[in-house]
């Protein structure tokens, strides 16, 4: 206790600076949150004061509802498909840019560049780009593929990879600002040893390179995991969740049930079900990074 009450007295000008931020941050996230749990548990429609408690009856709905199962399965979907192959791209682009290329520095800023862009415009962009009679297609058209024309958003076949696609664009050069961070700490002595022993390109990033990326990959695959799961303002611009439910997912079936259904308790509880399936993911995504980063 003695200790405690020392390292308090002694880190009380940062405690002091700290303490605003921790205020605001509790009554802006913390209170809301634990208000929102409560109401998972209840049959509010947010637009009533009075309201009763069901208990489980709101979770109970979610096994039961067809659209909330599709719609989960559409998370999985798109944040598997965004973790892997956003990390898959940043990482090449990284690697390729670590290089002495002389367009290094400007390159760098172009793929990072989308990154800075609101999500919104960045849809209302592919919107149009995917159209029927968009720029894609008129491509295709023009280099004789016809046979690869498709509608885009409208064939429930093709629209979530669409939405993937859309979504690496944007954040890939993101994860390549992460990596080459995490290129910046291998020491270059060690590239050198590898390549005078013979070692090719491959065996070099793969024996020498990669242990120093763990940091990296941890920190690039936790944003890309929760990123995926709540993604939102590109699902909503782009489909809508169409079309149909075809790709219809956790955030806008919460956003749909609450604001155009009354169903605020039932939007709480698939809020409540995201957050702790963004949380079991990124511990376990911890967990086995860890694990490989100390063998």
Known sequence: MRFGVQTLVKNRWAISFLLPAL?????????????????????????????????????????????????????????????????????????????????????????????????????????YMYAPNGPINGLLQLLGLEGLVRDWLGDPSIVLNSIIVVVIWQFAGYSMVIYLAGLEGVPKELIEAAEIDGANYLNRFWFVVRPFLYPAITVTLMLSIIGGFKLFDQVFILTGGGPGVASQTISTLMYRNAFLFGEFAYSTALAVLLTVFVSIFSAIQYFLISKIDKS
């Open 23 to 127: 205020i605001f941050y509790l009554f802006v996230v913390i209170i809301p949150s634990f208000q929102g749990i409560r109401f998972a548990f209840t049959d509010w429609s947010g637009f009533t004061q009075g309201y009763n408690w069901v208990g489980f009856a709101q979770f109970r709905r979610v096994l039961e509802d067809q659209d909330t199962l599709g719609a989960l399965s559409h998370t999985f979907i798109i944040a598997i498909g965004i973790t892997v192959f956003q990390n898959l791209v940043g990482l090449l682009l990284a690697l390729g840019l670590f290089s002495k290329v002389k367009s290094r520095n400007l390159l760098r800023t172009l793929f990072f560049a989308p990154a800075v862009v609101a999500p919104v415009a960045t849809a209302y962009l592919w919107q």
